[in-house]
């Protein structure tokens, strides 16, 4: 099997997804700093190794852990071994530590968070409406950023104030170009950054997800300072970084494809199917680190062997023929039925995909009602992919917001 070395810089996440899709179902992968692992790139083998439970969370299975081949300045160590919390434990823990996020993300516990993120979404936009109209804005920073912070900060109970540092160590930690002497310090700063958090929280509780998990705690659901701590860390990161993605994802994809946007503006194209089909075609996750065999997995023709690692190559399976058709790779908002796994399948399934809809969903329209004659202020071929093998991230969206709804030019 010809072994697909991902590229860390992130240069062509499309060929790169092409060209795992052509290497079948499971394909031999080298990650940044020359970690061997497996991906699946299609759909339906992807849905069944997710609900497979010969396929664990439990790094202690892997080979190449338990030969000491993975180092801790290993820039993805933060993902591979990120310690101990409802994404890296299965069955009964899983469930324990899983149970609480998940009813306090609940569909109809999310939907009450709706007035807060239109307030957040209104001050973004008249905030962005101070700029003068000719001169570019970078959209991420500006728009796409602030809103899912602040949601998932609000959330957990998270100051303002500690949202720099935050931003700060997440590049690093995400980044396959952090400087391997860097790593364990930046591991060392999240715990820090984080107990504090949890600490201060229990010191003044509020009506946040974190006050939630240390009560349960105290009250007899065995959780212990690192599975809080740990916890609160997964739902920081991944409550924003998928989101920000989102939003930036979808503007790029209506932007070059002006007859969907000028539908969608038109109300001929609902929202949903523009996020959803942006999730899919162009989806926030490209890879998910990490699970492990327990045993040798037969995938289509080829074997996952007992103690290998496997990742989930959200970016390949998203445009795979097979379950999308001859139009997988072309975004087409009005796809129908559109059965994607961008938030993942099984017990690992996102919690927080509701919340993550519902932001898109609110600031999209919002953004677009606000700025309908919004364009790239650059072409979208030098629009550049930031070094993070397992999130389609731009560095920045440069546009050209026009004059804002309602105002003279």
Known sequence: MTRIALDPFVRDLDGESAALRAAGPLAEVELPGGVHVYAVTRYAAARALLTDSRVVKDINVWNAWRRGEIPMDWPLIGLANPGRSMLTVDGADHRRLRTLVAQALTVRRVERLREGIEALTNASLEKLASHPAGEPVDLKA?????????????????????HPRLKELFEKFFSTQTPPEEVPQMMADLGTLFTKIVNDKRA?????????????????????????????QLIIAAGHETTISLIVNVVEALQTHPEQREKVLNGEIGWDGVIEETLR?????????????????????????????????FGALGRDEEQYGPTAGEFDATRTPNRHIAFGHGPHVCPGAAL??????IALPALYEKFPELELAVPASELRNKPIVTQNDLYELPVKLGCPFGHEG
Do not use: C, Q
Not at 142 to 162: C, H, K, Q, R, T
Not at 205 to 227: F, K, R, V, W, Y
Not at 356 to 361: H, I
């Open 142 to 162: 500006e728009f796409a950023y602030p809103l899912p912070m602040n949601v998932i900060s609000e959330l957990m109970g998270v100051d303002a104030a500690d």
């Open 204 to 232: 003044n509780p509020g009506d946040d997800l974190t006050s939630a998990l240390i009560a349960a705690s105290e009250n007899g659901d065995h959780l212990t300072d690192e599975e809080i701590v740990n916890t609160l």
């Open 281 to 313: 075609w162009n989806t926030p996750t490209s890879h998910v680190l990490i699970r492990f065999a327990t045993e040798d997995i037969e995938v289509g023709e080829k074997i996952l062997p007992k103690g290998e690692g496997l990742i989930i190559s």
């Open 356 to 361: 993550s809809r519902l932001e898109a969903g």
